[in-house]
């Protein structure tokens, strides 16, 4: 039978949702192991968000680890040809540390990678599906852009010292605007240089004034312009209110490159969504000629401001002396579920009083057509 979205969890209805919606679009299902070498992370860990991870022997005692991330696997399985698009989605759990705790948690994404010959149409169609999978969530929701080309290329313009580069991009990632001109003279910026970087900063968030900023702190970086650029195309494809422009986006690993985003909803206080190019990452793996672009909805964030579940039971509750033939109470509930209801069977009823019906079966049997 059909199922009634309803009748599910809210985070399950919205992975159903979800899974439908990347499918409309042509991505196919992806699914992997729960571990991997740990040589590969070894191999790669610049990419990974934290440096932690969950180690074990398996049985012919090869080192193995508890899978960190989706990313990396799918992009390793990837023939490096190029010649074909793939695009895939995925519905996975990763093993990352919880250092309050001091122990490991599996957390739950779910997402979607387009990878090969990636087209300025390809682009804008997993960002509009990012931006469609945050208001499946049925909350208000912003998605934020930017295209880290902006802040490289204008500190690569700048060359301040390599120790101060650390400093510099923790004060843009947190907008501090005050500590960033501290840093700038610091690290011996020229002042019209650092005005610059501020100005990137403090952009406003709506598409065309950011852009304006945008190109006036690039003034003759063409590296910066045609980040711009590709930002203005992006969002004339968009054409969407929820969509702003973040220029404070610095990426945590040595994934991204180029296009960026997070994304919002109400009631999370961390982003739900994050995702962008990955360019960097495929020339490491050898395969440069290809471009890449994906992200990952994080649900154990999301399930905390979704709507409650409603309470284990609900709907009907038949009840049925102990010793009624299996084969009465299993025509009952077969008959109560085909008519659309959702039926727990017990001999007696729970003290939380949690049903939105009591039937008794000897009533049921007596008022049902024959």
Same mark, same amino acid.
């Not at 080192?63 to 023939?79: E, G, Q, W």
């Not at 387009?114 to 208001?135: D, F, K, M, Q, W």
């Not at 295209?147 to 313009?157: G, I, K, N, R, T």
């Given at each position: 039978?059909?199922? @009634?979205?309803?009748?599910l969890r *809210? ?5 159903l949702?979800l899974? &439908? ?7 196919a299902?992806?699914a992997?192991?729960h ?9 790669? &860990? ?5 440096p932690?991870?969950?180690?074990f ?9 508890l899978?960190?991330?989706?990313t ?15 695009r895939?989605y ?11 705790? !001091? ?8 997402g ?12 804008a169609?997993?960002v509009?599906?990012?931006? &469609?999978?945050?208001a499946?969530?049925?909350? @208000? ?12 290329a204008?500190?690569?313009?700048l060359?301040?010292p ?9 004060c ?11 840093r700038a ?13 501020l ?12 852009? &304006?900023?945008?190109?006036r702190?690039? !003034? !003759? ?9 590709a930002?203005e ?8 209110a ?15 490159n180029?296009?960026a ?9 961390? *982003?739900?969504?994050?995702?962008? @190019? ?9 395969k440069?000629?290809?471009?890449a672009?994906?992200?990952a ?5 999301? @399930? ?10 609900g709907?009907?509750l038949?009840?049925y ?12 509930v ?11 069977a017990?001999t007696?009823?729970p003290?939380?009083g ?15 057509p024959?």
């Amino acid at each position: 039978m059909p199922i @009634e979205l309803p009748a599910l969890r *809210p985070l399950e209805a919205l992975k159903l949702t979800l899974r &439908r919606l990347y499918e409309q679009y042509g991505y196919a299902p992806y699914a992997m192991t729960h571990m991997e070498e740990y040589a590969f992370y070894m191999e790669n &860990r610049n990419f990974l968000e934290q440096p932690e991870i969950a180690v074990f022997t398996d049985l012919d005692g090869r080192l193995m680890a508890l899978k960190p991330d989706v990313t990396l696997s799918i992009v390793r399985s990837i023939p490096a040809d190029g010649a074909r698009l793939r695009r895939l989605y995925y519905a996975e759990n990763v093993f990352r540390p919880f250092v309050q705790a !001091g122990a490991f948690r599996e957390l739950s994404q779910m997402g979607l990678e387009c990878i090969g010959p990636v087209t300025a149409y390809a682009v804008a169609e997993v960002v509009s599906l990012a931006e &469609r999978s945050l208001a499946a969530t049925g909350r @208000e929701y912003v998605l934020e852009l930017s295209h880290l080309d902006l802040v490289s290329a204008l500190l690569e313009e700048l060359a301040p010292p390599i120790g101060a580069l650390p400093a510099l991009l923790a004060c843009v990632k947190q907008k501090n605007a005050h500590d960033l001109r501290a840093r700038a003279e610091a690290a011996g910026l020229p002042a019209a240089g650092a005005e610059r970087l501020l100005a990137l900063v403090s952009a406003p968030g709506t598409v065309p004034e950011a852009l &304006r900023a945008a190109r006036r702190a690039a !003034g !003759g970086n063409m590296t910066m312009q045609r980040a711009a650029d590709a930002l203005e195309q992006l969002c004339e494809a968009l054409d969407s209110a929820h969509v702003r422009l973040e220029f404070s986006i610095i990426s945590d690993t040595a994934y991204y490159n180029g296009l960026a985003f997070r994304g919002y909803v109400q009631g999370a206080p961390v *982003p739900v969504l994050r995702g962008g @190019e990955y360019g960097n990452l495929l020339a490491r793996m050898g395969k440069d000629g290809m471009r890449a672009i994906g992200f990952a909805l994080y649900l154990g964030e999301l @399930e905390r401001c979704l709507p409650a579940p409603a309470p284990d039971g609900g709907g009907t509750l038949l009840l049925y002396q102990p010793e009624t033939p299996a084969g009465r109470v299993c025509a009952a509930v077969a008959s109560l579920v085909a008519a659309g209801e959702r039926v727990t069977a017990l001999t007696e009823a729970p003290p939380d009083g949690r049903f939105a019906r009591v039937i008794r079966l000897e009533e049921w049997e007596e008022g049902a057509p024959c």
